[in-house]
């Protein structure tokens, strides 16, 4: 399907078109202002329920649905895939290195929030478990696509022994208003279980993290600062009361 049409969530017809970075619904007359990429896969065992809430129902018209049958393979798609303004629904946290590696064709050099109560930061050497949704953010890292200074990792409160020596030597930092100073262009890659488990369901919940509001008011500085380039939600359970809540997020980045 062409970047240029998109399926409307009001008429569910394809006639939701690009108007720069806009799309407009010729056939209901309701306009947007980002364009919605599904990724359910997940990269690991036991993620069925990531799977699952790529389909949750959000208020953005449908870009495109990437289900290929490798992670390289989804990569390269949500790469290609994304619209001028893009929100990823993943699945789980892999669907940000496809998104990063295609705004970094689209940006040059881009820095990355990274909102999550885990690191994301293993190899398959380190990780106890294997799962490649715990190596993302290393991944990127490593293919050289961002730079650790252009990292911010905020909101981590479970972390491996070798996730924690990484940050440190590689100087990954944590506070997000570096970044917004620095950086000219900002991917947000928010894995929801970095909330409070009372604040939206999740694969993975950790207690101890920020409430909804936090997290709003966190984003709205990343809207304020004009650098955001794209946002991906991932890590959820297929819970219908989280669409609200992700579309408030949503709105807080000025989509």
């Not at 364009?35 to 896969?41: I, Q, T």
Request: negative net charge.
């Amino acid at each position: 399907m062409s970047l240029l049409r998109a399926r409307c969530p009001s008429c569910r017809t394809l006639t939701a078109v690009a108007v720069g970075e806009d799309y407009e619904c010729h056939s209901c007359g309701r306009s947007f202002g980002a364009g919605l990429v599904r990724v359910p896969r997940a990269w690991g065992d036991g993620g069925e329920p990531m799977v699952e809430a790529a389909s949750l129902a959000l208020d953005y018209p449908e870009v495109a649905v990437v289900e290929e049958e490798t992670l390289a393979m989804q990569t390269l798609a949500v790469a290609s895939d994304l619209a001028a303004r893009p929100i990823v629904l993943g699945g789980c946290c892999c669907s940000h290195v496809g998104a990063v590696e295609g705004l970094h064709a689209r940006h040059g050099r881009v820095a990355v929030l990274w909102l999550d109560a885990h690191g994301d930061l293993n190899t398959p050497e380190t990780s106890p478990s294997g799962n490649e949704w715990g190596m993302p953010l290393r991944m990127l890292l490593d293919r050289g696509t961002i730079a650790a200074e252009d990292v911010v990792l905020w909101g981590p409160r479970n972390l491996d022994p070798p996730e924690e020596e990484f940050i440190a030597g590689a100087g990954i930092g944590d506070d997000p208003d570096v970044l917004l100073q620095r950086a000219d262009a900002i991917y947000v890659a928010l894995d929801c279980d970095v909330f409070d488990p009372d604040a939206l369901a999740v694969f993975m919940p950790e207690p101890g993290g920020p409430s909804l509001e936090e997290v709003e008011r966190l984003l709205e500085r990343v809207r304020d600062s004009g650098k955001l380039v794209g946002v991906g939600f991932t890590g959820l359970a297929p819970d219908p009361a989280n669409v609200e809540k992700l579309e408030r997020l949503a709105s807080a980045l000025g989509y």
